[in-house]
């Protein structure tokens, strides 16, 4: 037995392999379950007491010097990769963690979606606007409170210069370079002087809604209204509209959507109302038309404008505003899913 080990040690110091492919037949013919040196460890039962200290050594030996020798010829191959200006391109590479997409992008670009469908087109207008834009073209009278210093930010050496506080300036700008028929939405983050909390913030986003064309009639704005609810929050959604004023819109109103957290029945969420506002709206004051050079007695419009952070809450019950501006990762990143 001691013969045959010393003479299969010899035959294992000698081994060559040309590929990666006989380094692995060379494992097997040796180190597997049926290899040669298993079936001499299966002999060692037979092996006299006497002998076995001995022989036991020399096994372990030769299986110990055929691993080492194997393992040499395998990593021959794999080195040969790896001989790249020392760079190893075998190497499993690091898991690259994936970002999410913001809540208020993914919300936003659902949106932009739904109004898509129904033939709407992108439009987009700067943030830092003019007086003209966000207020003296929206039909806002000299004196009206929200020009007050309370509410928008002003660029101090240029009192005509803000930081718009609506969307509503995009109409303007889209306006001025288009006739009827216009079909456009506008998402884009305002401004305004507000102290922030849970419940208010200094900036949010918006997306307005334009629609101009000739015999435009407050039903279709409520049925477009009504669609977009229900893509939105499902099927079941149920809207309703309440008077309100706007400078631009007449007749104005207000938009409650059924409250999608308690199907209505009152939550504290909709104060136990069952309903919850999601936006503004209303037919396009004349005014706004002829001070933007259409046409009033051939056109008539209807305009919305809607909170991005408001939906978001609706839909993922976020209860601080501030989370949206936080870049806590947390948060964030409980919004893979949704992507
Ligand atoms: N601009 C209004 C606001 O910021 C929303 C609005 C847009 C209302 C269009 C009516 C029509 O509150």
Redesign the pocket.
């Given at each position: 037995m001691l013969d045959k080990i010393k003479h299969m040690l010899a035959e294992v110091e000698a081994l060559q392999a040309a590929t990666a492919e006989e380094a692995e037949a060379l494992r097997v013919k040796y180190l597997s379950k049926k290899g040669d040196i298993t079936a001499l460890m299966n002999d060692f039962r037979s092996v006299p007491a006497d002998m076995k200290k001995q022989v036991g050594i020399a096994i372990n030996e030769l299986k110990n010097r055929a691993t080492e020798r194997i393992n040499e010829l395998k990593a021959s191959f794999a080195t040969t990769d790896t001989d790249t200006d020392g760079i190893d391109i075998t190497r499993t590479a690091y898991p690259i963690p994936l970002g999410t997409r913001h809540p208020l992008t993914i919300v936003r670009n659902e949106i932009i979606d739904i109004f898509s469908r129904l033939g709407f087109s992108l439009a987009e207008g700067p943030e830092v606007e003019d007086d003209w834009h966000v207020f003296s073209s929206?039909n806002f009278a000299d004196d009206h409170p929200a020009r007050d210093m309370q509410d928008t930010f002003f660029v101090e050496s240029h009192p005509d210069i803000i930081l718009r506080?609506?969307?509503?300036s995009v109409?303007a700008r889209v306006m001025e370079h288009q006739q009827p028929p216009i079909r456009v939405i506008c998402p884009g983050r305002?401004y305004r002087n507000e102290a922030i909390s849970a419940r208010a913030h200094c900036f949010f986003h918006?997306v307005?809604?334009?629609y101009i064309d000739r015999d435009v009639s407050f039903t279709d704005l409520k049925q477009v209204l009504l669609l977009f609810a229900k893509e939105m929050f499902g099927e079941d959604t149920r809207i309703r509209l309440r008077p309100?004023y706007?400078p631009?819109?007449e007749p104005?109103a207000e938009m409650d959507i059924s409250c999608n957290i308690c199907g209505g029945k009152g939550c504290g969420f909709c104060k136990h109302t069952g309903w919850v506002e999601i936006?503004?709206?209303?037919m396009?004051d004349p005014n706004v038309l002829a001070l933007n050079g259409i046409d009033p007695t051939q056109y008539k419009g209807?305009?919305?404008?809607?909170?991005v952070e408001r939906i978001t809450n609706l839909k993922y019950q976020v209860k601080d505003l501030r989370m949206f501006s936080e870049n806590d990762l947390r948060f964030l990143q409980e919004f893979t899913a949704a992507n």
């Open positions: 929206m506080t609506h969307t509503s109409q305002v918006q307005e809604g334009l309100s706007f631009f819109t104005s936006l503004g709206c209303g396009v209807y305009a919305f404008g809607m909170g």
